[in-house]
């Protein structure tokens, strides 16, 4: 009012306006050992007004994986496992915003390796023969040497589903060859048995029969079951 009794003195205040968060969430993905990496995704919200990513990004979402000990890993060949997927914005020099970036998750799946028993045969009362395999599927630069802790084991199964054992006197059949790859630890790769068949013929068993004769106008001789010799019983019998 006037005539005022008083003088105004001002003192600024501070307005302290900050910046907006954006949120850059990554997307979950999955992928096999061996095969490319998939292509990573992630959403980004929080632009305030019209605001967009071409006003406010500078280059497309970066992506980081770290294992399971938080350890940072690169490359394309990452071992099977889970990590985590952390998104990562690049943003032009009028900057606005600050980040809050969800990771996602990359599963990795283990490759399979598929180990094919090869086809036998054998005779009831000799030595087996001796088993093989091929095994397909490494990947990179993977091999026997870096991948298996030994060499292919074999069993064998009868037609029902039984366990024979190598050691055993096995009798004439069909056998399924059964191919075991033992993996060293840890490993990038399951397994996938291809069975073999192993076919046990019979043996050959020669009778050799009691020689006879007769003379001419006698009657045929008795003919009976003794024989002079027996070859080819095999494993004991007789």
């Known amino acids: ?58 280059g497309p979402t970066t992506y980081t994986f770290l294992d399971s000990n938080g350890q940072v890993v690169s490359g394309n060949n990452l071992p099977a496992g889970t990590y985590s997927i952390v998104p990562s914005l690049t943003f032009t020099t009028s ?8 990771p996602g998750t990359l599963v990795v799946t283990r490759a399979v390796l598929v180990v094919s028993a090869g086809n036998k045969t054998g005779v009831y009362g000799a030595s087996l ?70 076919v046990i013929n019979r043996a050959t068993l020669v009778v050799q029969a009691r020689d006879t004769g007769i003379f001419k106008g006698d009657n045929p001789p008795v003919l009976t079951s003794s024989f002079d010799s027996y070859t080819g019983l095999v494993n004991g019998d007789q």
Do not use: H
Request: proline share 7%; net charge positive.
């Open 129 to 198: 023969p001796a088993f093989t395999s091929s095994v397909t599927g490494y990947k990179y630069s993977d091999d026997s040497a870096k991948v298996l802790s030994g060499p292919t084991t074999y069993s064998l199964l009868n037609s029902a589903g039984q366990a024979v054992a190598l050691n055993s006197v096995i009798p004439p059949g069909t056998y399924a060859i059964i191919p075991t790859l033992s993996l060293k630890v840890p490993s990038n790769y399951t397994v996938n048995k291809v069975n073999g068949i192993l």
């Open 1 to 58: 009012k006037s005539p005022a009794s008083y003088i105004v003195n001002p003192v600024n205040g501070i307005l302290v306006v900050t910046s907006s968060v954006l949120t850059v969430t990554a997307q979950n993905q999955t992928s096999v050992y061996g095969a490319p990496l998939p292509v990573f995704t992630s959403t980004v919200t929080g632009y305030q007004y019209n605001d967009d990513s071409a006003k406010v990004l500078n």
């Open 95 to 102: 900057v606005r915003y600050s980040v809050n970036a969800v």
